[in-house]
């Protein structure tokens, strides 16, 4: 079973940075995908970044492009997401997602098979 837990949120000001991490347990040794999404009130959730099954491609959506960066660490089980230039519209409920079995990557909520708890982020103006 696989099993993913967030940690990294606090709450910072606007222009900050936070790394998040995603420890994860229970994924197979290939064809997975990892996802983040967040969550926030009146929006919903929403895809931030995602990995390829292959760990070599990224892919974000426009509102975190060139602000956010996804990386994996095979080894450590672990996925990341460094933000930087926070934004107040950027504050949520960040969430570690994984699709299995997956061959590209994912961005759709739905798609997912496994979620992570949570871990909040405020940004204040």
């Known amino acids: 079973q696989v099993q993913l837990v967030e940690s990294g949120g606090d709450s910072v000001q606007a222009g900050g940075s936070l790394r998040l991490s995603c420890a994860a347990s229970?994924?197979?040794?290939?064809?997975?995908?990892l996802t983040w999404f967040r969550e926030s009130p009146g929006k919903g959730r929403e895809w931030v970044a995602a990995?390829?099954?292959?760990?070599?491609?990224?892919h974000y959506d426009d509102s975190v492009k060139d602000r956010f960066t996804a990386s994996q660490d095979h080894a450590a089980n672990r996925v990341y997401l460094q933000m930087n230039s926070l934004k107040p519209e950027d504050t949520g409920m960040y969430y570690c997602?994984?699709?299995?079995?997956?061959?590209?990557?994912?961005?759709?909520?739905?798609?997912?098979?496994?979620w992570g708890q949570g871990t909040q982020v405020t940004v204040s103006s």
């Open positions: 997602a994984a699709r299995v079995p997956c061959a590209t990557f994912f961005a759709a909520p739905n798609l997912a098979t496994a």
């Open positions: 229970g994924l197979p040794s290939s064809r997975f995908c």
């Open positions: 990995i390829s099954a292959d760990g070599l491609k990224t």
